[in-house]
DNA sequence: TTGCTCTTGTTATCACAATCACATAGTATA
DNA sequence: TATACTATGTGATTGTGATAACAAGAGCAA
């Protein structure tokens, strides 16, 4: 039923786990598998093979029942509807010590490329980290649209980053995931989310905390 | 009813925005303010006052309905709850680009202590970052024993990541935070979570790209 | 064709989380 | 003391996600 179409809202959760499955299945085409079952994405990926039939349930029907999922007609499939082919361009904001190992990390998975980097310090500008260039803050907006860059990165102290921002989106920028933790201002078109390290540390002492007492 | 006593079970995403609020009214105390409103910490941290509201009463009962919270009493009483008082200690494994970035980011942020560093690369042993020692990996156990940490980050590439994992757990950790993408196996006692962030990115892609089309 | 095996796709259920709306209980004022 | 006012705490409701269980479909063999 419904071959090839897909339901309209898919859950946030869902697409969190399809980030792990697509790069999945590409490490599974790359050695060369080429029949795999839900329960094989599973494993590897540390979730239940009912959530991993379940998730791709709501893309459409691409297994056979009683063998399992093509790889290579899965992947296209997938490609097909979230449109990202492999590769996402992003630019990065702020070449310091996190952007440059955030820059690294990139560069050794080959789904997201730094296209471009900015930093405000004049000596760090025109550097180059892993093929990806240092630019002045002054370029975002040309390079952003240039290059028709969606999402941007931002590893900046929290006191310069609302001024960072209204630049990005100025700029046409659509997504962003900022590693400082202040809140941001945004329209309503602009996707926003945060990733930090030590919230999340915190949280582990959090729990440990609460778990014998009581 | 029920003062000074909580629920057996908090929610998790509860837990996780209560690393915001007690952020939030450290910062408050720090600036004089004395009494606050739910809507003041909501707006503080990007959430609605009755999430908040709610959020606190998991744990009891500690404002005053036509007034609001006061800041240093509500914060005594969490952090009796929340037996961490302030202090939280962490070891780090992987004293490379990513690792420094984390010492850094800690040292600027009083909360969360990286006690001590370890490498497994001789040249980096015995060097201090931000007041931070590196220690070889055959140190993990008796700094960990002597220490009482609990909680480890982990930022090696995830080829020996199990390994390390394997020694933390048999030196007594009891939380671990990789930031590597590959599933770790642990004892059911042991917290496990990840923080990565390109796979943020490539969500927010694929956020992006099911947006318009359908 | 029938029957057997296998794994998918889906349904039904349960668990968890967010949100609303307001009774409640305190303050402030006169 | 009464009255108005204010922000909390919570019960009810809605929404969202996870899980288990199984019917449905495909392949295969005789
Ligand atoms: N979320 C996390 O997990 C996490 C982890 C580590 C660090 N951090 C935070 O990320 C930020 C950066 O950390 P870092 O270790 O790389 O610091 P850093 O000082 O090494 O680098 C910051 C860089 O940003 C540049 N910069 C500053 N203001 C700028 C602006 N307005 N426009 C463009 N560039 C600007 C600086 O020139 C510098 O190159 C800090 O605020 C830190 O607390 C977050
Ligand atoms: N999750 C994220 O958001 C994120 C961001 C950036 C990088 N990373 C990942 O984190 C890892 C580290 O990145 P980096 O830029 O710091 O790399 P790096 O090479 O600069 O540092 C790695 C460090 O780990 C040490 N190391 C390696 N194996 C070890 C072992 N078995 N025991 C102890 N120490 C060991 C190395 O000596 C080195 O100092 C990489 O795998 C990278 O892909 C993750």
Redesign the interface.
């Known amino acids: 039923m419904m071959k090839n179409s897909?339901k309209?809202v898919?859950p946030e959760t869902t697409?969190?786990r399809?980030?792990?499955y697509i790069?999945c299945l590409n490490s599974f085409k790359k050695e060369g598998v080429e029949l795999i079952q839900s329960e094989d994405i599973a494993k590897?990926?540390?979730v239940k093979s009912s959530i991993v039939r379940k998730d791709l349930s709501y893309f459409g029907e691409f297994g056979v029942r009683g063998k399992g999922y093509d790889v290579a007609s899965l992947l296209d499939t997938i490609n097909g509807?979230?449109?990202?082919f492999g590769q996402?361009n992003?630019i990065l904001v702020g070449a310091?010590?996190?952007g440059?190992?955030?820059i690294?990390?990139?560069s050794e998975?080959f789904?997201?490329k730094i296209v471009a980097a900015f930093d405000k310090d004049k000596r760090k500008v025109n550097k180059i980290i892993e093929e990806t260039r240092i630019y002045p803050l002054s370029e975002i907006e040309g390079i952003v649209r240039e290059k028709k860059v969606?999402?941007a990165?931002i590893a900046i102290p929290p006191s310069d980053v609302q001024s960072v921002v209204d630049i990005l989106v100025k700029a046409g920028i659509?997504?962003i995931?900022s590693?400082a933790?202040i809140?941001i201002n945004v329209p309503d078109d602009v996707?926003v989310?945060f990733?930090?390290?030590?919230?999340?540390?915190?949280?582990?002492?959090?729990?440990?905390?609460?778990r014998r007492?009581?």
């Open positions: 897909f309209s898919i697409l969190r399809m980030v792990y790069r590897k990926c540390g509807i979230i449109k990202t996402m992003a310091g010590k996190l440059s190992a955030i690294k990390h990139s998975n789904n997201v969606k999402i990165i659509k997504a995931l590693l933790l809140p996707e989310s990733v930090d390290v030590l919230s999340e540390v915190e949280f582990l002492f959090y729990k440990l905390s609460l007492n009581r």
